[in-house]
C-alpha cells in the first residue's frame, strides 16, 4: 500500500491553473511587461517602416538594426544593476524599483528626442534618440528580469512569465499597429506619402505610454531583500558583482553550461533575424500604414494573448522542455509563411493569416523560454545572470540581422524568409540534447 507520503502530488485543475494570471505578481508583470516590450520595436521593427516610408535605403536600414546590439551587451553592466544602489532614489524605492524607474525615465527621454527629428533630413540624431532608448530599455529588461525572478517562487514562474509575455506583447503590437495607426491619423487629410509631423505625433504618444510602467513601478512593493556577501573591499566587490554569477553558473552545470548557452544564443535566431525586414517588406509589397495597423492590431491581438497564455499553461502541465521544442518548431515554419506570402503581392487576407501565425508562435516559444532562463538563475546573482542568458539570446541573431538588408537586394525576400526558417533548423538538435540532457 503506497503512504500519503510517497504517494505522487495530484495535477491542479485547469481552473487552478489558469486562476495564477489573476493574482496580484501577474498582473503587475502583465504591465511591467508591457513597459518593456514598447521601446524595441520603436528602435527596430516600427522604426524601420518609419525609415523606409522617408526613403532610406535596405541596406542603411539593415545595419541600423545594430543599435539593438546594445540588448545583447547588457550584461557588461548587469552586475551594476545588481549591485549598485543608486543615490536617494535606491534609499526611497529600494534597489529594483529604483533602477526600474531610472530607466524608464531615460526611454521616455529618447523617444521624445525621437520625435523631433526628421530622419529624411537628418539621421543621425535619430539614431542616437534610438540608441538611447535601446540602452534605457536594456537596463530596464535587467531590473525587470530580477523583479519577476525575485517576486515569487519556482512554481510561480511560468505563469509570472506568461503574464511578462503577455503584455510584452500587447506592447509590442502598440509600439507597431498602434504607432501605424496613429502615424496614419495623424497625416494631413488628402494627403498621402512620408510626412514627419504624422510620425512626431505617434512617437509622442509612444512615450506617454511608458506612464503605465512608471505608475506601476510606483507602487509596487520592492521584492525581499536578499542579503548580500559583505564586501572587504574594491576587489573584493568586483570578485562578487562580476565573476561569481558566472562562476556559480559554471559549477552549477559543468559541463552542460555549454550545451546550454549554445541553445540561448540560437533559440530565436530565426524571428529576429527575419523581424528586422518584415516592415519594410510591408512597405515594398504595397500594405498602408493603416493596413498593417488594423491586421496587427486585431488578428495580432487576440494571437499573441493566445499564444503567451497557451505557452504557459502549457509550461506548467507538460514542462517547459516540451513547449521549447514546440515554439522552435513553430518559429521557423512561419517564416515560410512569410516566403509564400512574397510570391502573392498586395493580399490582405494572406497578411492577416500570416501575422496571425506569426504571433501565435512567437507568444508559445516566448512564454516557454523565459520560462526555462528563469529556472536556470540562481535567484543570488538573478539580475546578472538573466541579463547573460537574454544578452546571449540576441547577440549572434541582432549580429546577422544586421545584414538582412543586403541579403534582400541581393536575393529578394522569398529567398531571405525561406533561409531565415532554415536557421531554426540547428535549434531543434539542441533543444532534443538539453532536454535529454535534463532527463538524465
Known amino acids: 500500500m503506497t503512504s500519503a507520503a510517497s504517494a505522487p502530488a495530484a495535477k491542479p485543475s485547469w481552473i487552478s491553473t489558469l486562476q495564477v494570471y489573476l493574482e496580484p505578481a501577474s498582473l503587475r508583470m502583465l504591465i511591467l511587461g508591457f513597459s518593456a516590450g514598447l521601446p524595441l520595436l520603436l528602435v527596430l ?7 523606409r516610408e522617408a526613403g532610406i535605403d535596405r541596406t542603411t536600414i539593415g545595419y541600423l538594426s545594430w543599435v539593438g546590439l546594445a540588448y545583447a551587451f547588457k550584461w557588461l553592466w ?19 524599483r529604483s533602477w526600474l524607474l531610472l530607466s524608464q ?6 523617444l521624445i528626442a525621437m520625435s523631433f527629428n526628421d530622419p529624411q533630413v537628418a539621421l543621425t540624431p535619430v539614431v542616437w534618440g534610438a540608441l538611447a532608448v535601446a540602452l534605457g530599455s536594456a537596463t530596464q529588461d535587467i531590473a525587470l528580469d530580477a523583479f519577476r525572478i525575485e517576486s515569487a517562487d519556482i512554481n510561480r514562474q511560468a505563469a509570472l512569465a506568461a503574464s511578462y509575455q503577455t503584455g510584452y506583447r500587447l506592447a509590442m503590437i502598440w509600439a507597431g ?15 498621402s506619402g512620408y510626412q514627419h509631423g504624422a510620425w512626431h505625433t505617434a512617437y509622442l504618444v509612444m512615450a506617454a505610454s511608458m506612464g ?7 507602487l509596487s512593493p520592492e521584492p525581499l531583500r536578499r542579503p548580500m556577501p559583505v564586501a572587504k573591499g574594491a576587489l573584493d566587490w568586483l570578485r562578487g558583482a562580476l565573476v561569481e554569477p558566472f562562476a556559480d553558473f559554471l559549477r552549477r552545470y559543468k559541463w552542460q553550461a555549454a550545451l546550454i548557452l549554445a541553445l540561448i544564443a540560437v533559440y530565436r535566431i530565426s524571428d529576429v533575424v527575419m523581424g528586422i525586414m518584415a ?24 494571437m499573441t494573448l493566445a499564444g503567451a497564455l497557451i505557452g504557459g499553461a ?7 522542455m516540451r513547449v521549447l521544442m514546440l515554439g522552435a518548431v513553430l518559429s521557423a515554419g512561419t517564416n515560410l509563411l512569410f516566403a509564400a506570402l512574397s510570391t502573392r503581392g498586395h493580399d490582405l487576407t ?10 501565435l508562435a512567437g507568444g508559445i516559444a516566448s512564454a516557454a523560454f523565459i520560462a526555462y532562463l528563469s529556472g536556470l538563475t540562481n535567484v543570488n546573482y538573478s539580475a546578472t545572470q538573466y541579463a547573460l542568458f537574454s544578452s546571449m539570446m540576441l547577440l549572434l541573431p541582432k549580429f546577422i540581422a544586421g545584414y538582412s538588408g543586403v541579403y534582400v537586394d541581393a536575393f529578394g525576400y522569398q529567398h531571405f524568409f525561406t533561409a531565415t526558417a532554415m536557421l531554426g533548423a540547428p535549434v531543434l538538435l539542441l533543444v532534443w540534447l538539453a532536454a535529454r540532457v535534463k532527463a538524465a
Not at 525615465?105 to 529618447?110: D, N, R, S, T
Not at 499597429?177 to 494627403?191: H, S
Not at 502549457?314 to 517547459?320: D, E, Q
Open 177 to 191: 499597429a498602434g504607432v501605424l495607426w496613429i502615424a496614419a491619423g495623424a497625416q494631413t487629410v488628402g494627403t
Open 45 to 51: 521593427g516600427t522604426l524601420s517602416f518609419w525609415l
Open 105 to 110: 525615465l531615460a526611454i521616455v527621454w529618447g
Open 212 to 218: 503605465l510602467g512608471l505608475i506601476t513601478v510606483l
Open 350 to 359: 494572406g497578411l492577416i493569416f500570416v501575422i496571425s501565425a506569426d504571433n
Open 78 to 96: 548587469a552586475p551594476l544593476v545588481d549591485r549598485l544602489p543608486i543615490p536617494l532614489l535606491t534609499r526611497w524605492l529600494g534597489r529594483r
Open 279 to 302: 516592415n519594410p517588406f510591408y512597405v515594398d509589397m504595397g500594405y498602408t500604414k493603416a493596413e498593417v495597423a488594423t491586421v496587427t492590431k486585431v488578428y495580432g491581438v487576440i
Open 314 to 320: 502549457l509550461a506548467m502541465r507538460l514542462g517547459v
